[in-house]
């Protein structure tokens, strides 16, 4: 495939295409078109571009470094449930680069690890309604920013006091007292019905206004034991259960969680700590031999992966990572550090050996090894470790977006750059993944709802003909793995004159609008990153016979009178001749005589004249439902007059009998 430099295709025999910003492009030399079965067996093939004649290869240039704020990738800024909203534009110190930044501007949505109480104090109130409330305030300057919220429930009141409301135990709702000195620290049993009672309450109005994807990244959807982390989980007062009791115990209401939040947020990813002792009474000793079980039918239930303590080693073991390596590229993974560098934990004592004293680096050197491993999409600016991102470990913040989650661009699209107006378009195009993790289309909540799509746009930008390919599915773009689609569009039906085409992966469920930020570096117009120009042609050299709206064709009366939309037949007196003439314009030729507008005369058009002048010079209009129209040189339309009277070219709008289908 011979590549051709965009200065030079202006000696080109062709059509000159119009190379955009960034772009390079080629042209294919001339092979025999795939036939239709060699076409359906490319779908969706590891393999290079097909030759398509008359296409041009357009080759984005791709962007290694551009922040890209997807859906489930990229950097997670975590809240304190104590904050304001100012809090989302702390800043921290880059000496790498001299100068404070702001973490939200690096990340890709933010999380709050917060309690049932700070959301639902009391029966029916619910603070993230109230802008006026700490909560409220602090939410809400999330969505202010213009980035998605994530969200972790906790209930265990053994870590941070009251977690659960208290009118949840008023109502009668059974729990465990760690400490009877301290009335705080309930904790309730989660199968306890008034529990549940409450709490689902609480989940279905959260949903109301959360089961958004626009406003939610995901869901942290199961939330028991200390820290929400799904271990050291309460069923009852200690040695009250035997280990079947407990056995039981975990998977009903793991059961009953997994329900719950499938009924409540259906568009919205689920995701769940995966650890060796998911669900269990304990947070430390051997792998449970129910925890895959366990953990598998949650995942098949639609739910996704996350952990708590990456760099931790002595939580995050061989089984962690074995079970990571499992669904790697099937779901996606979410990371949290774990190691808090602040002082909190002693992570120097971590049992790798890996992290010296006073060296934070260390910990996130550990955590940025881990989850290229596991090949994560998302990884944490968590509370009380961002400033030792920025000021101690900004390459790894570099490192991350650049590697990290899935970074996805076209590398090569072939196209035409001239096509017949109501022709079809052979395309081919090509897609890599830059990044480690995967764009996780497959979950059921997105339902392969992301989808690589091509548009033509008009001078404005705006999207005059759309094409989805609905056989690209970007949860198989791993990297080291291109994946090449062909593409047979519809009719390009567009009026002729100049286009844009431009590329995008769409999102179906938000009215097809690009969904995807690409890795590239190229001219964007709302989304679409635009590939080159589109000449769309009349049908020149076509043999037409035009029908107007009272189901009767057009007579040019082989040129005796003035031309009349009555005939119920079509033969050679309805029968034109599409002649190019010249700037776009067309002529319509029949019996070796030429339409004339009569420059919108009372008396009617003829088909009479021997020669093209300007009043047989017409716009060859296509109408967004497939008909056309003519425009004359007078700026007016052609008229059938619904064959009730002799055709004219006086009309200033398209209406009914303006316009025609083609036979």
């Not at 259960?241 to 407990?246: N, V």
């Not at 598998?296 to 996350?306: F, H, M, P, V, W």
Request: proline share 5%.
């Amino acid at each position: 495939m011979r590549k051709l430099n965009c200065m030079k295709l202006g000696k080109v025999a062709l059509m000159a295409f119009i190379c955009l910003q960034s772009i390079s492009c080629s042209k294919v030399p001339e092979k025999e078109l795939l036939d239709s079965a060699s076409i359906d067996a490319l779908k969706r093939a590891d393999v290079n571009l097909a030759a398509i004649p008359g296409n041009v290869v357009v080759t984005p240039t791709y962007n290694s470094t551009a922040i890209l704020r997807n859906p489930l990738n990229g950097w997670v800024m975590y809240g304190r449930r104590d904050a304001t909203d100012t809090y989302w534009d702390s800043e921290f110190f880059v000496p790498q680069l001299g100068t404070n930044v702001k973490a939200i501007d690096y990340a890709s949505a933010c999380y709050l690890r917060t309690s049932w109480r700070s959301l639902n104090p009391s029966p029916g109130v619910y603070t993230w309604r109230d802008l006026n409330s700490q909560m409220g305030k602090l939410i809400n300057g999330v969505k202010t920013r213009g980035l998605p919220i994530a969200f972790r429930i906790v209930v265990d009141g053994r870590d941070q006091g009251e977690n659960t409301p208290a009118f949840v135990f008023d109502a009668g709702a059974a729990y465990w007292l760690s400490n009877p000195a301290v009335p705080s620290q309930k904790t309730p049993f989660p199968q306890d019905p008034i529990f549940r009672q409450h709490y689902a309450t609480f989940i279905e109005e959260l949903a109301k206004d959360f089961n958004d994807p626009v406003v939610t990244s995901f869901m942290d959807a199961y939330g028991l034991g200390k820290w929400g982390e799904a271990h050291n989980v309460v069923y009852a007062a200690p040695n009250a259960l035997t280990a079947a009791q407990i056995e039981t115990a975990k998977e009903e209401t793991l059961d009953w969680f997994i329900a719950l939040y499938n009924r409540t947020f259906t568009k919205i990813p689920l995701v769940m700590n995966y650890h060796r002792l998911i669900g269990h009474p304990t947070s430390w000793g051997a792998v449970n031999a129910n925890s895959d079980m366990l953990l598998t039918k949650a995942i098949n239930q639609g739910y996704s992966l996350r952990h708590d303590a990456f760099a931790m080693t002595d939580y995050y073991q061989t089984w962690e990572k074995n079970f990571a390596t499992t669904w790697k590229h099937k779901r996606p993974i979410i990371m949290e550090g774990g190691w808090i560098t602040t002082g909190t934990h002693r992570y120097w004592i971590d049992s790798s050996n890996a992290y010296r004293e006073g060296h934070p680096e260390d910990v996130r050197q550990g955590e940025f090894d881990r989850s290229a491993e596991a090949a994560v999409n998302m990884m944490d600016f968590r509370v009380g470790e961002v400033t030792s991102w920025f000021q101690n470990s900004f390459n790894l913040v570099q490192r991350f977006n650049a590697e990290g989650g899935y970074r996805l661009y076209p590398d090569e699209v072939s196209l035409p750059n001239t096509i017949t107006t109501g022709e079809i378009a052979n395309l081919s195009h090509r897609w890599k993944n830059m990044g480690w993790g995967y764009c996780p289309n497959n979950i059921p909540q997105w339902n392969y709802k992301y989808r690589v799509a091509f548009a033509i746009l008009d001078a404005a930008g705006t999207v005059k003909k759309l094409f989805i390919d609905n056989v690209s599915d970007p949860s198989k773009w791993i990297k080291n793995n291109p994946v090449a689609y062909n593409l047979t569009t519809t009719a390009v039906d567009l009026t002729p004159g100049a286009y844009t085409w431009a590329v995008a992966i769409i999102d179906k469920t938000n009215a097809n609008k690009p969904g995807i930020q690409l890795a590239v570096t190229g001219n964007f117009t709302n989304g679409w990153l635009k590939l080159g120009s589109l000449q769309v042609t009349p049908p020149i050299g076509q043999n037409v016979k035009l029908k107007g709206p009272n189901n009767q064709f057009v007579s040019g009366e082989n040129g005796l009178n003035p031309m009349m939309c009555n005939r119920p037949t079509a033969s050679t007196w309805e029968t034109f001749t599409i002649v190019d003439a010249g700037s776009g314009k067309v002529a319509l030729r029949s019996m070796n005589k030429y339409v004339s507008s009569e420059n919108g005369a009372t008396t009617g058009i003829t088909c009479s004249k021997t020669t093209i002048s300007d009043w047989e010079k017409f716009d060859w209009i296509v109408n967004t439902n497939g008909t056309i129209s003519l425009r004359g040189n007078n700026g007016k339309y052609i008229s059938s007059e619904n064959g009730q009277a002799v055709m004219k070219c006086d009309r200033a709008t398209i209406a009914g009998w303006e316009t025609f289908t083609l036979n």
